[in-house]
């Protein structure tokens, strides 16, 4: 079956400029996750999703970041008034249920502010 | 708080010869561990996880990981390696009330022929 896909697989944008990256889980994948990673780092933890709500958005780095997951299956990470800073990998995940044990991963979103 | 370290940033080894990865991990609870691979331009792949039971654990691709809980440390391992085994391997812990990863830097793996 499909895996986790995640578009754009590249995204250039300057400071300043909004954005919003997009997640599709595995169909029937009612547990959602973001993370972040920059380079030469793992990645780190930015917000879960039970169903449609935000149940952690603990690794959100400040408020110009958001999720949304409006139907419990797409989610959409909107980044406002982009930074230099926030140019790395951001992942998305999905598991069957918040308390399945194993995260599928997507291919990652680059974001590149300029 | 939760931590992962991996102490190597690269490991390098023969074709054919044993390889080990090195983790060690902090949690408050019971720990569930991970270990994922990650090719280039590719996302995070699944090797394997431990939850409870016997501490040495089987994954993809004939790799596997002794859990010790006295070292709290939790070593991939793989027998005989390969050149296409060759990628960047992290460990990640988390404890079972949370559900978000805490990952580890990462360490990449070079298999020479």
């Known amino acids: 079956g499909a895996g986790v896909s995640q578009t754009p697989s590249n995204k250039v944008t300057e400071k300043g400029k909004y954005v919003e990256l997009r997640c599709d889980p595995i169909s029937g994948h009612t547990a959602l996750y973001w993370y972040r990673q920059s380079l030469g780092q793992g990645p780190e933890f930015l917000i879960y999703?039970?169903?449609?709500?935000?149940?952690?958005d603990s690794g959100l780095p400040n408020d110009r970041f958001f999720a949304v997951r409006p139907e419990g299956s797409v989610s959409t990470l909107k980044i406002q008034r982009t930074e230099r800073g926030d140019s790395a990998v951001y992942l998305c995940?999905?598991?069957?249920?918040?308390?399945?044990?194993?995260?599928?991963f997507g291919p990652g979103t680059r974001l590149t502010v300029l | 708080a939760q931590s992962v370290a991996q102490p190597e940033d690269q490991v390098n080894v023969a074709e054919g010869n044993p390889l080990t990865v090195k983790c060690t991990y902090s949690v408050s609870g019971n720990p569930y561990l991970f270990w994922y691979v990650q090719y280039p331009n590719r996302g995070l792949q699944f090797l394997l996880k431990?939850?409870?039971?016997?501490?040495l654990v089987k994954g993809s691709y004939g790799f596997e990981a002794e859990f010790n809980k006295s070292q709290t440390s939790f070593h991939l391992k793989k027998p005989s390696a390969l050149v296409s085994d060759s990628a960047l391997y992290f460990c990640?812990?988390?404890?079972?009330?949370?559900?978000?990863?805490?990952f580890g830097s990462g360490t990449r793996l070079l298999v020479r022929p």
């Open positions: 995940a999905s598991s069957l249920s918040s308390g399945s044990t194993e995260q599928f």
């Open positions: 999703f039970q169903g449609t709500g935000a149940a952690d």
């Open positions: 990640a812990v988390r404890d079972e009330s949370s559900y978000k990863l805490i």
């Open positions: 431990y939850i409870t039971g016997d501490n």
